[in-house]
């Protein structure tokens, strides 16, 4: 495939994150019962970088984790296999916390709908709610993002390519097709 567009640079990404990282902020009337888990692979370094944000604007280290929702996936016919400890490094109790779900791209909504059922099976938060760099649009399941970095409608044959420098070297997102 090739690149369409650059739809955003690292400055753009990283205005993106000040904003939604405001957002959670004030949405959640502060940080004191909030937890960011990050899907794998982007997600991850996405809900690191949020993290830092709004510990430099509260003052506050908010807890981070990183999610593989491998195993949870409707598409993974391996269904006989025991499930693996799926969030790593999760020595926390998400009881009557808020949890910020972070993820690069929101389509279809099946990510999400596996990352719930991940979440849910380490215990019962408060609440959830989803942040994304990105939303295309095209969602198979009633999902929506609670913060969203940009909106970018795209065509079904169109792909969405976010690039992070701790995994591809590079801070950009393009659509390619």
Known sequence: METKALIMDKKAIERALVRIAHEIIEKNKGVENIVLIGIKTRG???????SKKIEEIEGSKVPVFPLDITYYRDDNDNKDVDAPY??????YDVKDKSVILVDDVLYTGRTVRAALDAIVDQGRPKNVELAVLIDRGHRELPIRADFIGKNVPTSRSERISVQLEETDGISQVVIKG
């Open 44 to 50: 991850w370094p996405l809900s690191l970088k949020l």
């Open 86 to 91: 799926s969030v790593e490094s999760f020595d």
